[in-house]
């Protein structure tokens, strides 16, 4: 799956007043949130990257995979944690980790020609300890699990906006995070569509909030706000009988 919106800090049918409750549909169904538009999307920047070698778009600008990488630093997380990309796209991230001495690196998406892709840029960087996996994360095979870390920047904005029932596949996402992310396992988001406090309301059962990461800033209107949200959850230590409640 792709990695962010077609524009990063675009917020197709963002709600105007706060967030929804849960089991409400926040957003207009759109195209950016279907597999045939982003298999396609990736069939092109395969082909352009066959022609001239370049590999895309680095979604949310480099200074998202900085803040990642700064985060990750500070704290101390060891170099070889088993790290998840969730909807890697082009692969350029676990590219940026590696080359910052990462070394346990899986990146996933359920679009091919993504992961074609992505192999391709890994083979020019000469990074072949990284792992590509042709997955979906709304149904993950067993063999993916054991994460220490995880990370996602914009794939659940696209779930967000599937036009087949973006509740229900909201609730999905929830419950594969909770089978491949360990407990205490962190797990990193950044988002152009859901603020704060709408994803603490998301990620509300089985994790609690870490930190909130600095993001650009704009003003509209003499008001301040943010086009970007990225947050640092963990996972809590959960009985069987909390994560039934996912269900």
Known sequence: MAAAMAVAG???????????????????PSVLGTREHWDAAYER???????????????????????????????????????LDIGTGNGVLLIELAKSGYTNLTGIDYSPSAIQLSEKVR???????????????????????????????GTFDAISLNPDNAVGKRKQYLRSLCSVLKPEGFFLITSCNWTKEELLNEFREGFEILEELPTPKFCFGGRIGNSVTALVFQRKKVRPSILDKLD
């Open 123 to 153: 083979e020019k960087e000469g990074m072949s300890d990284i792992k590509l996996k042709v997955e979906d994360f709304l149904a993950p095979s067993d063999e993916l699990s054991g994460f220490e870390i995880c990370i996602d920047k």
């Open 10 to 28: 675009e917020r197709p049918g963002r709600p105007a007043e706060p967030g929804p409750g849960r089991g409400e549909e926040p957003f207009s």
């Open 45 to 83: 920047e395969l082909q352009t990257f066959q022609d001239i070698g370049d590999a895309g778009e680095i979604w949310f600008g480099e200074e998202s995979m900085i803040r990642i990488i700064k985060w990750l630093e500070k704290q101390k997380v060891p170099h070889d944690s088993p790290v």
